[in-house]
């Protein structure tokens, strides 16, 4: 899972690079620079069901270990991360944007304290019922799991759908995981299953629908309203249809590349295999803290206009993901850091 968890940790790195292009705060919308970016938006959009059906591969296997041992371990992981990282973007957003108390407590209570923030609301409530949901894994059949599965993608789609509703839906701090729990599961799924190259096949057939379905849905849903809003935002969203084919597509697809990448014997497939060994123990902290940096880098240097605006957003997630992974291997090496990346 090494493979698929750095890959996943470059992919959110693109989104947040070219999302801004997306949401025409940097582009005009249906030109060549839109329509560009939200290809290669709709392409790396399985970021998070990826991070989140790892989650699911490697904890819900079922082991000897009592629930109370389960959330000494994760609160040190997962815990001690999201209080100091909220309470440390919302100092930053206050610095930067001049949020108020109000705002603060509003962005806090709904999970999401800055941008990304809202992955670690989701982890940490599926934390919480993982205990259990082991003991669902251990005694049900795989026909039964395959039928949660799909009635908890189901609910989410519908929740999903509703949302574009105005007025309608909503989402706290504590209610953040369950529109992912069938990705959760999925993983689990996913990991158990045959690793053959129908499998892989499969996979990339549905990451190539998904991705198209992504962006054609996005680019017709704002063409027809004229703006980007909630009808492109859909479609961005993790429980639209298509990125739940993207987001299965590229687990599968990342899963057979990983284990590609693990039985080559070559000296060149070895050095790989050490960097994305170190590159896999800093993700975690690569997310936490990347918006910082990618932030401030476009705000020191901005945004040319036009076509160049994508070669910029490549320049800043090399930039950013190259100064992240520093930043964390260093804070790696104190012991009072290192606990919360």
């Known amino acids: 899972m090494e493979f698929a968890r750095v890959a996943a940790m470059v992919a959110v790195i693109l989104v947040h690079a070219y999302s801004p292009l997306v949401s025409t705060l940097q582009a005009e919308l249906g030109g060549p620079t839109w329509w560009t970016a939200n290809v290669v938006d709709a392409a790396v959009r399985w970021c998070v069901a990826v991070f989140v059906m790892i989650s699911g591969a490697l904890l819900l296997r079922p082991r000897e270990e009592s629930a109370g041992d389960f959330y000494r371990k994760r609160w040190a992981r997962i815990g001690v991360p999201l209080l100091v990282w909220s309470a440390a973007y919302l100092l930053w957003h206050y610095w930067r944007e001049g949020i108020d108390a109000s705002q603060a407590a509003a962005q806090a209570a709904s999970g ?32 039964g799991l395959w039928w949660l599965t799909g009635v908890a993608f189901a609910v989410g789609v519908a929740d999903q759908l509703l949302s574009l509703v105005e ?55 704002a063409h027809m309203a004229g703006e980007w809003g909630p009808g492109g935002t859909y479609f961005y969203g993790f429980l639209s249809p298509p990125m ?98």
């Open 112 to 143: 999401s304290p800055s941008i990304h923030l809202y992955f670690l609301y989701v982890i940490a409530g599926l934390y919480l019922f993982t205990p259990f949901l082991r003991t669902v894994v251990a005694h049900t059949s795989r026909t």
């Open 167 to 221: 007025g309608a839906g909503g989402e706290s701090a504590v209610t953040r995981f369950l529109p992912f729990l069938g990705y959760y599961l999925l993983g689990w799924l996913l990991l158990t299953t045959d690793t053959g190259p129908r499998a892989t096949r499969y996979g990339a057939v549905a990451l190539v629908l998904g991705v198209a379905g992504t962006a054609a849905g996005a680019g017709t849903a």
């Open 244 to 341: 739940i084919l993207a987001g299965a597509g590229a687990y599968l697809v990342l899963r057979t590349a990983g284990t590609r990448l693990a039985m080559a014997q070559s000296p060149a497939a070895a050095a790989t295999r050490r960097a994305v060994r170190v590159a896999s123990g800093l993700s975690l902290g690569v997310y936490l803290v990347h918006v910082m940096v990618l932030y401030t880098l476009r705000d020191l240097w901005g945004v040319p206009d036009g076509f160049l605006a994508l070669f910029a957003a490549a320049g800043y997630a090399v930039a950013t993901a190259a100064i992240s992974l520093v930043l964390v291997a260093l804070a790696q090496r104190v012991p009072l850091l290192r606990v919360i990346v």
